[in-house]
């Protein structure tokens, strides 16, 4: 598969690149890994410590935290061009990306 699209959102995997409604969005290779993890996981709901595990690497030593960052930095980008947040937080646990936003 060579796209990945969701809504206005198409993911080029050759190129690794973000297209909402036509227009490129830059994001860096953790944001865009993060953003296809959380497409292909659409209505799950995923721990800080999966997604470290998943997006980054099984046996990273980083805090949660990075995962917050990540996620803030995309829906920032995201924002710009979707007037929609379809990354929710669920407090005390992670994230879920949802298509009913």
């Not at 227009?23 to 860096?28: A, E, N, P, Q, V």
């Not at 046996?59 to 924002?79: A, E, F, G, Q, Y």
């Amino acid at each position: 598969m060579d796209t990945l699209d969701f809504k206005s959102f198409s993911l080029d995997m050759l190129s690794r690149k973000l297209f909402v409604s036509g227009k490129y969005i830059y994001l860096r290779n953790k944001e865009f890994s993060l953003l296809e993890y959380f497409i292909r996981n659409m209505g799950k709901v995923l721990t800080r410590t999966i997604i470290l595990e998943d997006v980054w690497d099984r046996n990273i030593l980083c805090p949660t935290n990075t995962v917050d960052v990540h996620v803030s930095s995309l829906r920032k980008k995201i924002k710009l061009c979707e007037d929609a947040n379809f990354i929710r937080t669920v407090p005390c646990v992670g994230y879920i990306f949802e298509n009913n936003y």
